[in-house]
C-alpha cells in the first residue's frame, strides 16, 4: 500500500455534519459569536505521525481499516479562538426550528449561558452589558 498523500505537520479542517449550516451562518453573520463578539474556528487536526499497520485492524470510527499507512491526528483550535456551535434563537424545546433563520453561531460559555432559559432578545441585551 502506498503512503497517503499527508505529510507529518499537515493541517486539515474537521468537519461536522452541520458544515453547510455553519458555512451560510458564516457568510451571514461572519465568524465570531453573535452574542459576545469573540472570534470563532472549526476545530482542526494536525498529522501527527504516519504509522504502518501490517494486518487488518478497528477502529472505532471506520470500522476495519487495510494493512497501509495511516495518518495520526491531534485536535487543536488556533490561538485565541473557541469552537463553533450552533443556538437556536428559539429553542427547540420551545417550538424552534433547525432553519437558518433560526440559528445563530454561538461559543460555548454563551451557548450554555443561554440554554432554553432566556429569549433570544433577553439574552442579546444581557450579553451587551457583560
Known sequence: ???PNLRVGS???LFSGQENKI?????RDGLVCHYCQHPLARFHKRCTAIEYHAEFWWTPEGGDQRPGHYPVYESFLPAGCKPIELDHKTPRSKGGSN???N???????CN???SDRYSYEEFKAMAAQL
Open 112 to 114: 450554555a449561558r443561554k
Open 99 to 101: 432553519k437558518l433563520d
Open 103 to 109: 440559528l445563530v453561531l454561538a461559543c460555548p460559555d
Open 1 to 3: 500500500m502506498s503512503k
Open 11 to 13: 493541517i486539515v479542517p
Open 23 to 27: 458555512a451560510a451562518l458564516e457568510k
